[in-house]
C-alpha cells in the first residue's frame, strides 16, 4: 500500500555541495542532546539538532570546524571532513555554566533571559517592518514547489512496480536539509504581480501572470492542491498556519509559555550586526518549532530564520517541516522577504528510514515599488486567474522571468516526465489512480463512467440498489457538461433515471444555463436548506449500515431548469423554475397524502415552484474556469446562503401557493493553540399550508456514518416544522488536553466536543392538512443533543459518543448512539 502512495504521488505529477555531514550529539552518558546549536565556524550557517540529537548540515563552501554548544554543555569545536554523515558528537556538562544560564529540566528561565528581552522589541517594532511601513506597494513574486520521493535506495528502484520504468532513478539527488537520497517527480512553476495598500483602508490584490508544471498543464485542480498545502504565512504572526494547523510562532507573544530561548551568538549578517537566538519547545507533542533567528540590533527585524517542526508534533503524514526565510535591507532600516523556502517530508510514520515525498516550496520576490499608486476601482475588479494563455507561456518566457534559474535536476523533470507519459506502464497507472481520486474511469476522450462509489446501495424500499451512471468530460474546463444515471432495485423490481446539463455561456459573468429531469426514490428531509440540484442525492437515500427501519422514502419526479450568474467574484445569484410530482415510495408504512379542499385524501402532490437565491463565499479560491469548478478542502472561508421560493398553484395543475424564505450560514476558524471550531446556523419559514413533502422536516440521520448538518440521534421525521432555527457547533481542540497526559501523548488523539440545537413550530392548518399525524411533532422547546469524540484514531478514524439532551421520553428515542467516520486529515 504504501508503494502505491508514493506512485500516486509521482504520477500526480511527474550541485554539488562541498561539505556535508550529519550525526548526532550525546552527553557523557551516551545520552541524545536534543535542540544544540551546530555552526560552521566563523559564518552564520548552522542547524539545531532535533529531538532525539540528530543532525544534518551541508554548504556549497568548505569549512573546516564545526562548533557545537548548548547550555549546560562546554561549546566544543571539531574538525571537520568534506564528506562524514556518522559523526557522533560527546559534549561534557559545564557546572560553571548551569550557575550562570541557570537551567533546570532542559528549561530555560524567562526572567532576566537577554533573549527574551531582545524577544520583546521584535513585539514592539514588528508592525514597522517589510511592507506595512508604505502606504502602497507592489512587488514581483515568483514560486517554484517541488515534490521528490525520498529515502531511495537500491532495494526501491528494484520493485516490480517500477520495471519497465527505471530511467526515472538517474536523476536521484541529496538533501541538503536531511542528507537523504530524493528523486525529483514534479515541478510547478508561477510568476505574479501582487499590489498592496495600507491606508486608507488596506486593499490586496494579486494577479497570477505565468504557470507551468511537469505534465498537467491543465490540471488545475492539482496545482491548487498543491498551493493549498503551502499557504502564505508571515513569520510575526503569533500563530503560523501550516495543513490546517495552528503552530506557535517562535516570535509569538505567547512563545516564552512554548519555547525555551537562548542568546548564543552575535555577528555581521551582511552589513549588519545581529544577535542569533536559539529556540526549542518546552513539552513534547505540542505544534511547535525548533530552530534559530537572526535579529538585527537596532531595528529588531529578523535578517534570517531557519525552523524545523519537532518530530513529535501533533500532526498527521508529516514528518519534518523546515522553513527558512532572508530578508533583504532598504533604506538601511526596511527589511523586505527575499526569499522564503519551506520543505516538508510526507509520510506514512515519522521512522527515519521510512519511504516518503518531499513537497518544496520555494518563493523570492523582488522589484519592490512603492511609490506607484492605484485606486480602489483596480483593487475592486475582479482578476481573471484562469485564462488558457497563463498555463502556456513559451520556454523563452521563461527564461527571461525566473528569479531563480533551475538546477539540473529541476530541468531533468520537464525531460523526465515527457518520456514517462510515453509508457504504457505509467498510463495503466495513471488511469488506476485517476479513478481512485476522481470516482469516474475514463473509458474514452470525453466520457467518464461514475461516480463508482455510487454503483451499490440499500434501503427498506428498493432493497439492493444498482447503478451505472456517465459524464462527458474533455477537459477540467469545458464549458458543457452533461451527466446521466440509471438504477434499479431488486425488492421494488422499478427502474430510475436522470439527465441532467450545464452550459457556461459567459465566461466573465460565469452565466450558466442548467437543467434536468430525474426520476428516484430520494430521503427526503436529511437537509433543511434546499437545494435543487436535478442529479443530487444524499448518502442516507442508500446507505448499507443504519439503525432502525427506514421506510420513510420519497417516490420522486423531479424537473429543473435555472439560470446562475456571478457579477462579483464569489457572490452567485441563481434563478430557477422546478416541477415536481412526489409520494411516499411505501405508502402502507409511510403516508404522505393530503386533505384537498373538498375533504378528499390526495396520495401524490404534484408542484410548480419559482426560487431566488444568492450565495456568497468571501475569500474562496475557485479551481478551474469552466461550467464545474471546485474548492480546495482545507480552504476556510464563511459561506452565506439566502433563498426564495415561490409555490405556483394552478401552473401545470400544481397544488399549492406556498413562500418559502432559508438562510444558512458557515464558517471554519483556526483558533490558534486551542484547535479548529465550526458552525452552521440556519434559518427558515414556509409561509402557506403544504403536505409534508413540502415542510422542513428537521434532519435526523439513522445511518451509523457520521453526517453534516444532521442530528444524529434522530429518527427521519420525528420532528417536522414550517418555522425554524438550527445551531450547530464543534471544536476540534488538536490533541491540546491528551497531550497533556502521560499515557495519552503518544497516541497523538484528538479531542472533540459538539452541540446541535433546533427550535421550531408548526402551524395548526398544517397539521389539520396532513394525514400524517403531525400533532407534538415541532420541537417547541429547543431539542439539543451533544457529543465528545476521539480523533485521529489510527491516524483515519474518529468516534463520537452521543447524548441526547431532552424529548428522551418520545417513543422509541435514541437516548444514546456511537458514531464512526473515517477521514484524511493532516
Avoid at 514581483?140 to 526515472?168: A, H, P, Q, V
Avoid at 501572470?209 to 488545475?220: D, I, L, M, P
Wanted: a positive charge; proline letters at 3%.
Amino acid at each position: 500500500m504504501k508503494y502505491f502512495i508514493y506512485l500516486f504521488l509521482l504520477i500526480s505529477s511527474i550541485a554539488f555541495s562541498q561539505v556535508k555531514v550529519g550525526g548526532v550529539v550525546v552527553d557523557e552518558q551516551n545520552k541524545p542532546v536534543p535542540f544544540a546549536n551546530l555552526i560552521f565556524t566563523g559564518t552564520t550557517l548552522g542547524t539545531v539538532s532535533d529531538e532525539n540529537g540528530k543532525f544534518y548540515i551541508e554548504s556549497e563552501n568548505t569549512h573546516k570546524e564545526l562548533m557545537i554548544s548548548f547550555i549546560g554543555y562546554k561549546k566544543k569545536t571539531i574538525q571537520l571532513k568534506s564528506r562524514n554523515f556518522n559523526l557522533k558528537i560527546v559534549l561534557e556538562e559545564d557546572s560553571a555554566g548551569l550557575d550562570e544560564v541557570v537551567v533546570y529540566s532542559g528549561k530555560v528561565k524567562k526572567k532576566g533571559n537577554p533573549a527574551i528581552a531582545i524577544l520583546r522589541k521584535i513585539w514592539a517594532k514588528k508592525r514597522k517592518n517589510g511592507v506595512h511601513m508604505y502606504p502602497q506597494y507592489e512587488y514581483d513574486k515568483y514560486e517554484k514547489i517541488e515534490f521528490d520521493l525520498n529515502n531511495i535506495n537500491e532495494k526501491f528502484k528494484k520493485k516490480k512496480l517500477f520495471k519497465g520504468m527505471e530511467f526515472i532513478f538517474e536523476k536521484v539527488d541529496t538533501s541538503s536539509v536531511t542528507g537523504k537520497p530524493y528523486l525529483p517527480i514534479f515541478i510547478n512553476e508561477a510568476k505574479y504581480k501582487t499590489y498592496g495598500k495600507n491606508k486608507p483602508g488596506k486593499k490586496f490584490r494579486e494577479e497570477l501572470v505565468a504557470n507551468k508544471n511537469s505534465g498537467f498543464e491543465s490540471n488545475q485542480q492539482l496545482i491548487e492542491f498543491v498551493k493549498q498545502l503551502y499557504v502564505d504565512y508571515n513569520i510575526y504572526d503569533n500563530y503560523l498556519k501550516f495543513f490546517d494547523k495552528s503552530f506557535t510562532s517562535p516570535l509569538s507573544r505567547t512563545g516564552p509559555s512554548v519555547y525555551n530561548y537562548v542568546l548564543t551568538d552575535s555577528a555581521f549578517v551582511e552589513d549588519k550586526w545581529c544577535y542569533n537566538i536559539v529556540f526549542y519547545p518546552r513539552r513534547k507533542n505540542e505544534l511547535t518549532f525548533k530552530g534559530d533567528f537572526w535579529v538585527n540590533d537596532t531595528t529588531f527585524a529578523v535578517k534570517e530564520i531557519e525552523m524545523n517542526a519537532t518530530r513529535s508534533a501533533n500532526i498527521n503524514w508529516i514528518k519534518e517541516i523546515y522553513v527558512a526565510q532572508e530578508f533583504d535591507v532598504l533604506s538601511d532600516s526596511v527589511f523586505l522577504l527575499k526569499r522564503d523556502h519551506m520543505m516538508s517530508d510526507f509520510s506514512l510514520n515519522k521512522k527515519d528510514k521510512s519511504k516518503g515525498v518531499y513537497g518544496r516550496r520555494t518563493t523570492l520576490f523582488d522589484n519592490y515599488d512603492f511609490v506607484t499608486t492605484r485606486d480602489d476601482k483596480f483593487y475592486n475588479n475582479r482578476v481573471d486567474t484562469y485564462k488558457e494563455e497563463i498555463y502556456n507561456r513559451p520556454d523563452e518566457y521563461w527564461k527571461e522571468n525566473r528569479l531563480e534559474k533551475l538546477n539540473d535536476d529541476e530541468e531533468g523533470i520537464y525531460k523526465m516526465l515527457d518520456t514517462l507519459k510515453t509508457n504504457r506502464k505509467f498510463k495503466q497507472l495513471y488511469s488506476l489512480t485517476s479513478i481512485i481520486a476522481s470516482g469516474y474511469w475514463e473509458m474514452f476522450n470525453g466520457f467518464d463512467f461514475g461516480p463508482i462509489f455510487s454503483t451499490f446501495g440499500n434501503n427498506d424500499v428498493e432493497g439492493t440498489r444498482i447503478r451505472i451512471g456517465g459524464r462527458t468530460y474533455f477537459s477540467q474546463n469545458d464549458t458543457w457538461r452533461l451527466q446521466g444515471f440509471m438504477a434499479y432495485g431488486f425488492r421494488d423490481q422499478k427502474i430510475k433515471y436522470g439527465l441532467a446539463g450545464k452550459w457556461l455561456v459567459d465566461k466573465k459573468n460565469r452565466i450558466i444555463l442548467s437543467g434536468g429531469y430525474r426520476k428516484d426514490v430520494e430521503q427526503i428531509g436529511v437537509s433543511l436548506t434546499t437545494s435543487n440540484e436535478v442529479l443530487d442525492r444524499n448518502f442516507n437515500s442508500s446507505a448499507f449500515f443504519t439503525r432502525g427501519e427506514n421506510y420513510r422514502l420519497t417516490s420522486l419526479k423531479f424537473s429543473n431548469v435555472a439560470v446562475d450568474f456571478e457579477p462579483i467574484k464569489n457572490l452567485n445569484f441563481r434563478v430557477g423554475a422546478t416541477y415536481k410530482i412526489m409520494q411516499s415510495a411505501a405508502p402502507d408504512l409511510f403516508n404522505t397524502s393530503y386533505y384537498d379542499e373538498n375533504g378528499f385524501i390526495q396520495p401524490n402532490t404534484n408542484q410548480a415552484e419559482l426560487d431566488v437565491s444568492l450565495r456568497f463565499t468571501p475569500g474562496r479560491k475557485n479551481v478551474g474556469f469552466g461550467v464545474e469548478r471546485s474548492t480546495s478542502n482545507n480552504q476556510r472561508f464563511p459561506v452565506v446562503y439566502l433563498s426564495y421560493t415561490k409555490g405556483l398553484k394552478g401552473v401545470l395543475d400544481s397544488d399549492f401557493n406556498f413562500d418559502k424564505l432559508q438562510l444558512f450560514y458557515s464558517h471554519r476558524i483556526l483558533m490558534g493553540g486551542l484547535g479548529k471550531l465550526k458552525y452552521v446556523f440556519e434559518v427558515g419559514k414556509t409561509f402557506g399550508a403544504v403536505p409534508i413533502t413540502l415542510l422542513d422536516v428537521v434532519p435526523g440521520n439513522q445511518t451509523l456514518i457520521m453526517s453534516a448538518r444532521t442530528f444524529d440521534l434522530l429518527d427521519f421525521y420525528e420532528f417536522v416544522t414550517d418555522q425554524y432555527a438550527t445551531l450547530h457547533v464543534e471544536h476540534n481542540f488538536n490533541g491540546r488536553i491528551f497531550s497533556r497526559i502521560p499515557l495519552l501523548r503518544k497516541l497523538n488523539l484528538r479531542e472533540i466536543v459538539g452541540a446541535r440545537a433546533v427550535v421550531g413550530s408548526i402551524s395548526q392548518k398544517n397539521i389539520d392538512l396532513n394525514v400524517f399525524d403531525l400533532n407534538g411533532k415541532a420541537p417547541t422547546k429547543p431539542y439539543y443533543e451533544y457529543h465528545v469524540g476521539v480523533g485521529n484514531i489510527f491516524k483515519l478514524i474518529r468516534v463520537d459518543f452521543l447524548y441526547r439532551g431532552n424529548y428522551r421520553s418520545l417513543p422509541n428515542a435514541t437516548k444514546f448512539g456511537i458514531k464512526a467516520g473515517i477521514n484524511f486529515y493532516f
